[in-house]
């Protein structure tokens, strides 16, 4: 019993002052993903790594926009929408204090405005997705020529794509009458 | 980077040679999943004598029960008895320890099987289990009650069948009124005493019925399962079967971590995928780290129990640095998010090696300080000793794991008994106690502490530089194996069937408790009422505070509740007992 007393004195105050001062946590915490909506591109990577759905990408065809949004309710802080970005848009913070008042506080959303196909005019892919493909385009040393044509392809909509391909074989067919099969 | 399985010698190729010499034809065919690792595959009739053979004969233990639906594969459902088998104990060189999974197919159009239950009582609640997510029935069950399935759940819907429900379905409940029957025993001057609708000292809610004769308690029933949260469905219909291991995390709030080494394992095990050196090895620290805050808490609540409650703060005060630990080596309090399918996702820099080993060594002083105290308060010998005794002949029976099953003499560990991660290249060794009682199970945690304290260092020390994650792996369409981790309550067994579409077939998650539950019965038999949550306590479920409890008097028919708050107290005190208060 003295044994435990004396242990007991020698600790002293084991709580901390929380929430009137405040805690920190370990380097490496990590707590409430921070968003950056100018660097990222809409392009929905992690909206297919996070595993419970916090991160959900929604299309609106008629309007033109691609929405980006995060419930907080369903986060699992694992990080994966960390690792997966490839523009560094998603960090995770260090911040754990999460309560709301309001269950609407727990949601983020970021929009983004969709291009439209070069040819049938639809919506079809994040205006900032494609500019950074077109980033990447100039960055992969393909020659002048190529690089024209493949811009090209790149405003066009997946369907028009495929009449573009299809049009190209009907050419060849009928140029040739030697067709890839 | 994969392993050719060919190249390691096979284990347990001797049990494989028993089974035939004695069944003969009756072994249909067998596959080989790890070195390790056999699945048999037995007629339906002969199920029964083979499970018993291998469980009975062969020294083998009751690892889990798998039933699968693979009627869009080959016609049949499958079941699977997985079974550690150890060697018998007259062998005298028990050397081969494999894990031999006895498989037999069912016939859709006659969903049943011959109960291996009258044989292997450790069968029992997996048997249950299987009528109640398949609707397949073991014929000649001793139990024909619902485990799993709540008891308004409509007739005739089996979650795990694949054709049945979509995961997000929630039918009506059939019943207003809780109808499950638990036994009845009766007698001159029995009384029932109900725990629950929430158990006391566990996290999960369990309707507990304790028979008493005054004070003593004759026998004791449960019903469990209030907070079943259909993980597997989950994880079979919308996960991937790289985002499940964060679903696993979440099976436990203690041990979260090891189900997901246990799942990792097993992926990894089916697609035979060699995980790094240096991963194993962090894996290992951060299994020994969840040990440490897993076996401070119990030990916390073994004072609490006691009431010695200066104990239990103390305990908790000291508990907190292996939660620093877990929060600096992971990005998370929990332990939570660190492993991939491959290996782990952070690596453990010096500075934190610096910082953990010396946290480890504060860890060691204090909590030596707080054992000894705790052993020195005069009460806890005389509270625990010879109090909830699990008989080893029980614990044969019934397959319990951790420290339950060490404190009854068998000095059964799956760290050493079948070595994952980095367990078999450091030295350590094994606790158990022959005591069979609470305060052996309690001592052995204690023990165990300072042997994870020791495991960690080690680790740390003679840790190989490297990479922590492999990458470029294949997905094999409907392999399946199994992964396994000595969790801080027993073993986690996890058995898994990947799919055809980047997702897992099947997956059948066993936590450590729930082969500890089916023995606790016979723990409480021939207590005192007071010392019903003492002995609760000490098989280590997941704990929290409960309600309050129900006293039955069946002579009278009358109901009563006990506050949950008195029935503690009266733990704690052991003066005024509620149930003469009520009478």
Redesign the interface.
């Known amino acids: 019993m003295l044994?435990?007393l004396k242990?007991?004195l020698k600790?002293g105050e084991?709580t901390l002052p929380y929430p009137f001062e405040p805690v920190e946590?370990?380097?490496?915490?990590?707590g409430k993903p921070h968003h950056d909506p100018e660097l990222c591109i809409a392009c929905g990577a992690c909206a297919i790594a996070c595993?419970?759905n916090a991160l959900q990408m929604a299309t609106d065809l008629d309007q033109g926009f691609q929405s980006w949004s995060l419930f907080m309710g369903r986060c699992?802080?694992?990080?994966?929408c960390e690792?997966v970005c490839p523009t560094g848009a998603i960090t995770?913070s260090p911040d754990f204090e999460l309560a709301v008042m309001n269950k609407q506080d727990l949601f983020e959303q970021a929009d983004y405005r969709l291009a439209e196909c070069r040819r049938c005019g639809k919506y079809f892919a994040p205006v900032k997705e494609i500019e950074y493909v077109e980033a990447l385009l100039q960055k992969s040393g393909l020659a002048d020529d190529e690089l024209t044509s493949a811009r090209a392809l790149l405003k066009l909509c997946p369907e028009c794509k495929r009449k573009n391909d299809v049009s190209k074989m009907v050419s060849l067919y009928q140029e040739k009458k030697d067709v890839p099969r | 980077m994969t392993v050719l399985m060919e190249e390691k010698p096979r284990v347990g190729t001797k049990y494989i040679a028993a089974l035939r010499a004695r069944f003969g034809n009756s072994i249909l065919d067998e596959s080989w999943q790890a070195p390790d690792q056999v699945t048999v595959t037995v007629p339906l009739n002969s199920l029964p004598d083979v499970v018993a053979m291998l469980y009975y004969e062969q020294g083998g233990w009751l690892a889990s029960v798998a039933a699968n639906d693979e009627r869009p594969l080959n016609g049949q459902f499958a079941i699977y008895y997985i079974l550690s088998v150890e060697g018998s104990p007259d062998d005298p060189n028990p050397s081969q320890k494999a894990y031999v999974v006895v498989r037999a197919q069912i016939p859709p159009h006659q969903p049943e099987f011959p109960a291996v239950t009258p044989k292997v009582p450790a069968a029992i609640w997996y048997e249950r289990e299987v009528r109640d997510m398949f609707g397949i029935h073991p014929v000649g069950m001793p139990d024909e009650r619902r485990l799993v399935l709540p008891d308004d759940w409509p007739d005739g819907l089996y979650p795990l069948r694949k054709d049945t429900m979509d995961y997000r379905y929630r039918p009506e409940p059939t019943l207003e009124d809780e109808n499950y029957e638990f036994i009845n025993v009766e007698g001159e001057g029995i009384v029932q005493v109900p725990l629950g609708p929430l158990h006391m000292t566990s996290d999960e809610p369990g309707h507990f019925r304790l028979y008493v004769d005054g004070e003593n308690i004759v026998d004791a029933d449960y019903r469990l399962f209030y907070v079943h949260r259909g993980m597997e469905k989950l994880a079979e219909s919308r996960l991937n079967y790289d985002q499940v291991t964060f679903l696993a995390d979440r099976i436990c709030g203690i041990c979260g971590y090891a189900h997901n080494v246990a799942y990792s394992t097993s992926i990894e095990r089916a697609l035979d995928i060699e995980v790094p050196a240096r991963a194993q090895y962090i894996r290992t620290v951060l299994l020994e780290v969840e040990r440490l805050h897993s076996h401070l808490l119990n030990l916390g609540l073994a004072c609490h129990f006691v009431g010695f409650d200066t104990g239990f703060m103390q305990f908790f005060r000291v508990r907190e640095k292996a939660m620093k630990m877990a929060e600096m080596l992971t990005g998370s309090r929990k332990t939570y998010g660190v492993n991939l399918i491959g290996g782990v996702r952070r690596d453990i820099l010096k500075e934190q090696r610096t910082t953990v080993l010396q946290l480890l060594g504060e860890l060691r002083a204090e909590v030596a300080t707080l054992v000894s105290m705790l052993l020195e308060t005069p009460n806890i010998v005389q509270r625990t000793q010879n109090i909830g005794r699990l008989e080893p002949q029980v614990a044969r029976d019934f397959s319990p794991v951790g420290p339950t099953l060490r404190g009854s003499g068998f000095a059964r560990d799956i760290r050493v008994i079948h070595p994952y991660c980095a367990y078999d290249r450091v030295p350590w060794h094994v606790v158990s106690k022959d005591g069979c009682d609470v305060l052996s199970r309690t001592l052995i945690r204690a023990e165990e502490f300072f042997e994870s304290v020791s495991l960690i260092e080690r680790c740390l020390d003679t840790m190989p530089a490297g990479p922590v994650l492999t990458e470029g792996f294949k997905y094999k369409p409907y392999a399946f194996a199994l992964g396994y981790v000595e969790a801080p309550r027993g073993e986690d067994i996890h058995w898994s069937m990947l799919g055809d579409n980047q997702k897992i077939y099947r997956w059948k998650c066993r936590a450590s408790s729930y082969n500890n539950w089916p023995s606790l019965r016979y723990m409480l038999r021939g207590n005192t009422i007071s010392d019903a949550p003492l002995i609760v306590a000490s098989i280590d479920p997941c704990y929290s505070c409960t309600e309050r409890v129900t006293v039955v008097d069946v002579r009278k028919k009358k109901a009563t509740i006990v506050p949950y708050k008195e029935m503690e107290r009266y733990c704690i005190e052991r003066t005024d007992s509620p149930l003469k208060q009520q009478s």
């Open positions: 044994k435990l242990e007991v600790v084991a946590v370990m380097p490496g915490f990590r595993p419970p699992i802080y694992c990080g994966r690792e995770l």
